[in-house]
């Protein structure tokens, strides 16, 4: 998927992203990296709203499993189970989200879910700001597999 029809399938998908003007900068498999500007996610000390950088690191967390379970063609409810989230230092502007899959970690979920149809997998999204780790959240997503009806 191009980062373009990432930022579309979010926007149409979760209104949040939109109102939070998300874009995606680097869409695959493997990586993903979402890009929010601070001025609609402003709080009132001018710095990014906590919720905003949370949503963020969420929503990259949640795009790259959902991205490697669709090149995959593996049809599948994704959801997320729990977060925890590290806020490091102030973000003053246009921030990134970067999130990726650690193979270990992919076959490990791969095998669960052929094995219970259901599977748990951890993915950490780093918040870059200013060339420095801003934030970061650790999200464990459930994927759960259609059912075919019969």
């Given at each position: ?9 979010l926007h149409d998908r979760i209104p949040l992203s939109r109102a939070m003007d998300v874009s ?20 009132v000390h001018g710095t990014m709203f906590g919720g905003s950088v949370a949503t963020l690191g ?81 999200g464990e997503f459930v994927a759960m597999l259609e059912r075919k009806p019969a």
């Open positions: 998927m191009k980062a373009s029809a990432l930022t579309t399938y995606a900068v680097v869409a695959s498999a493997e990586q993903v990296v979402l890009e929010a500007p601070l001025d609609p996610n402003i709080n969420l929503l990259a967390a949640w795009s790259v499993l959902h991205l490697r379970l669709e090149t995959e063609g593996i049809a599948n409810q994704l959801v997320i189970h729990r977060t925890a989230m590290e806020y490091l230092r102030p973000i003053e502007g246009c921030v990134r989200a970067a999130a990726q899959l650690d193979p270990a970690g992919w076959d490990n979920f791969r095998h669960m879910l052929d094995r219970r149809s259901r599977a748990r997998l951890t993915i950490i999204a780093e918040l870059l700001y200013d060339g420095q780790v801003a934030a970061r959240l650790t």
